[in-house]
């Protein structure tokens, strides 16, 4: 099957990819008001559904859309969408909608815009990739996921058009996430993240990190860290849900330690592709 013909789903209807389109007054389209999801799946299953759908929601609710779906019909769709067992992700999608003119002010009754798409997972290098620190330029809401992407996209560019596959945002002299993943490090032998707040996105896969570490009795901090630290680690690690946990082996042109995956992501990584597996085999 070509991606044009990919089925996908959008406001009710199950169509292929090419033949999907919505009004050039949908709030997403003009504003980018609206919030998104994206949703690993291993072995037909969604990964952390619940904790996903509840993200959603939060989300929604933080931009002032309700809920459009349940849980429920949000598993129905999904599970019309996956096919085979092999890796890939759900994609979705909920705009304010379509109004009848171009205003910033929230429209009364118009219906939310819906859209899910599952795609292939594109396996991630295992041996680590490379990564810049760059100026945090985006607004104050990151926690909320947003389709509004604009900054994070310049600053994915900026590491693409330097070499590297990865930024790492420094906003008031301290590490905050990358521009599409959180960020760890280890330091003085501790596995270290930026906690929660307004100017990072709460990652499922983050969450999921710290548990697996715990259980393997590392020990965990969750603190804010200087630029000084993140260049001083042992390992710098990048999570998400489509890239997992992805060494970072080179930094603003020096290399990370030994310049390869370190111990500590070794073992949580088997960790990890163990949760998966027992994810993939579970009923």
């Known amino acids: 099957m ?126 680590g990739i490379k990564a810049i620190t760059v ?13 509004t992407l604009l900054a994070n996209v310049l600053l994915r560019q900026d590491a693409i058009d330097a070499g590297a596959a990865e930024a790492i945002l420094i906003r008031d002299g301290k590490v905050q996430e990358g521009a599409a993943s959180n960020v760890f490090i280890v330091s ?28 393997a009795g590392q020990t965990v901090e969750e603190r804010l860290f200087d630029a000084e630290e993140l260049r001083n680690a042992s390992e710098i690690w990048m999570t998400s849900s489509i890239r997992e946990i992805l060494p970072v082996i080179e930094l603003d042109g020096q290399r990370v330690s030994a310049g390869n995956p370190g111990p500590v992501w070794q073992t949580l990584n088997a960790a990890y592709q163990a949760f998966k597996e027992r994810h993939s085999q579970s009923d």
């Open 188 to 215: 003085h032998g501790a596995i270290v993240t930026p906690p929660k707040g307004r100017t990072i996105l709460p990652g499922i896969t983050r969450d999921l990190v710290l548990e697996l570490a715990r259980e």
């Open 2 to 127: 070509s991606e044009a013909d990919q089925p996908v789903y959008l406001n009710g209807e199950y169509l292929p990819l090419a033949e999907a389109s919505i009004p050039v007054l949908d709030r997403g389209f003009l504003f980018g008001d609206g919030v998104y999801e994206v949703i690993p799946v291993y072995g037909g299953k969604p990964l952390r559904l619940d904790d996903h759908l509840a993200r959603l929601k939060r989300s929604l609710g933080e931009i002032r859309i309700p809920p459009p779906l349940t849980d429920a019909e949000w598993s129905s769709i999904f599970s019309r969408l996956i096919s085979g067992t092999g890796d890939q992700y759900l994609y979705l999608q909920v705009t304010r909608g379509a109004a009848t003119k171009r205003d910033h002010a929230i429209p009364a009754g118009i219906a939310p815009t819906v859209f899910v798409m599952c795609s292939p997972i594109t396996p991630m290098p295992a041996d």
């Open 135 to 147: 100026e945090d330029i985006r607004w104050s809401r990151c926690d909320i996921k947003a389709i």
